[in-house]
Structures are given as C-alpha cells and as structure tokens.
C-alpha cells in the first residue's frame, strides 16, 4: 500500500520560509514520480513541482520557480519542499502526490496517490 505523509505547515509571514516533508512508503522510488501540489481555498489546484529520482528531473510551477526547491533522501524516504520568500498568495493545503512512472510528471490531477495535505498559510 502506497502512504505518503506531509508535514512541516505553518503560519509565517511574508517572506519567511518553511520545509515541508513527505515520508513514502510501500513504493520504489526509482519508479515513481513524487510532486507537491497545492490548493487554495475557491481555487484549482496547481502543480508547484515534481521530481523524478530515476531521470534525475525536477520541475516548478510558473509561480514558484527560484524561490522553491525540491529535493530527496532516498535513505530516509522523504521528498521535501524548500520554500523561501514566501508570499500571501502561497497560502494552501500542500499535498504530496505520486505517480507511477514519468510520462504524466505535470499531469497534476491525474497523479494516483495522494497524501492528507499540511496547511501553509502566509501572512502579509
């Protein structure tokens, strides 16, 4: 059974940052592409980024690109979200999603797996 758990939500202000963390389990990693999707309250849900450990690629969403960075320990099964100088417009539930293989690595909704979400909110 695929699991995947967010943590590391919070309240901060503007231009402030946090890490967000996703545990994995019952997946291969090499296998599987991991992304961080995010909803804001009235509004569809965007892609912010993906990573791919057998193709070495990340991607980023238009609105997040040099500020967020995604990266994995592969020994701890986590995939993480860096994110700094953040802004109000960054306030959403943060999911962590995954997808078998790589074709569909921006096909956000149609990720299969999905995690619980973990609130960021920023304040101005």
């Known amino acids: 059974e695929v699991r995947l758990v967010e943590s590391g939500g919070g309240l901060v202000q503007a231009g402030e940052s946090l890490r967000l963390s996703c545990v994995y389990s019952?997946?291969?990693?090499?296998?599987?592409?991991i992304a961080w999707i995010r909803q804001a309250p009235g509004k569809e849900r965007e892609g912010v980024s993906a990573?791919?450990?057998?193709?070495?690629?990340?991607v980023y969403g238009d609105s997040v690109k040099g500020r967020f960075t995604i990266s994995s320990d592969n020994a701890k099964n986590t995939v993480y979200l860096e994110m700094n100088s953040l802004k109000p417009e960054d306030t959403a539930v943060y999911y962590c999603?995954?997808?078998?293989?790589?074709?569909?690595?921006?096909?956000?909704?149609?990720?299969?797996?999905w995690g619980q979400g973990t609130q960021v909110t920023v304040s101005s």
């Open positions: 999603a995954a997808e078998y293989g790589i074709s569909a690595m921006t096909l956000w909704d149609e990720y299969d797996y």
């Open positions: 019952g997946l291969a990693f090499d296998d599987y592409v």
């Open positions: 990573i791919s450990s057998r193709h070495g690629t990340t």
